[in-house]
């Protein structure tokens, strides 16, 4: 089956400073990659929706100068958060998009805590 | 705009059948999931359904759906502790063309031994 990894799974980093995460499909090639943002005990919600090779598409209420996402392979996509603040500690989870309408493969999170 | 709504918990004693249901708005062309998520974990696709059905079984799992009422349920035949988890119901319609999948809140499922 199609697998979606993401790195790192945990990252602590300090206020202000920035975190990349990556998401990427091991074995398939995904133009499109979504970000979601789970906080703890709630749902997931979508943050942007990540296009190989142009911008992407965020949500409304992201920021995208804050969220930087770079989707420049067609199995790589970057989130990086940019001067992080303690309200970015959240789960954050990448899928990646299949060939049938609907189909997504969700990678393992990355759980963000900033101090 | 599209909206998934679950009820919080339930809990059930191993052996037992667990019902988690799910409510969506309506759409004729609706893709329906449930996902597994065991603590600090990512999804795990369990099964799902299109609009045009009413019914799915899939081992120790059934998918029912009532598009009258715009109602999902998954039913868990012979409820394992492993079965411990939250279940999250999600949606996504052609006809908005909006690919990302819309969650519900999330069921906590707890299975006592």
């Known amino acids: 089956g199609a697998v979606v990894s993401q790195h790192p799974s945990w990252v602590i980093c300090k206020s202000g400073t920035s975190v990349k995460i990556e998401c990427r499909s091991l074995d398939f090639q995904a133009t499109t990659m979504f970000w979601y943002r789970q906080f703890p005990k709630q749902s997931l919600m979508l943050m942007a929706t990540s296009n190989e090779g142009s911008k992407a598409t965020y949500e409304q209420g992201v920021e995208k100068d804050k969220f930087l996402i770079n989707h420049a392979s067609l199995t790589l996509s970057t989130l990086t958060v940019t001067s992080a603040h303690p309200e970015d500690s959240s789960f954050y989870i990448c899928?990646?998009?299949?060939?049938?309408?609907?189909?997504?493969?969700f990678g393992p999170g990355t759980r963000l805590t900033v101090l | 705009g599209e909206d998934v709504e679950q009820s919080l918990f339930l809990s059930v004693r191993e052996g037992d059948s667990s019902v988690i249901n799910c409510t969506y708005t309506?759409?004729?062309?609706?893709?329906l999931y449930w996902y597994k998520q065991e603590p600090g974990a990512g999804l795990q696709l369990l099964t799902y359904i299109f609009s045009n059905m009413d019914m799915k079984q899939d081992q120790r799992l059934t998918v029912l759906l009532n598009k009258k009422d715009k109602h999902l349920s998954l039913r868990i035949a012979d409820t394992q502790t492993g079965d411990s988890a939250i279940y999250f119901c999600?949606?996504?319609?052609?006809?908005?063309?909006?690919?990302?999948?819309?969650f519900g809140s999330g069921t906590r499922l707890q299975v006592q031994p």
């Open positions: 309506d759409s004729s062309s609706t893709y």
């Open positions: 999600a949606e996504t319609s052609r006809d908005t063309g909006r690919r990302a999948l819309t």
């Open positions: 899928s990646a998009e299949g060939t049938s309408y609907g189909e997504q493969f």
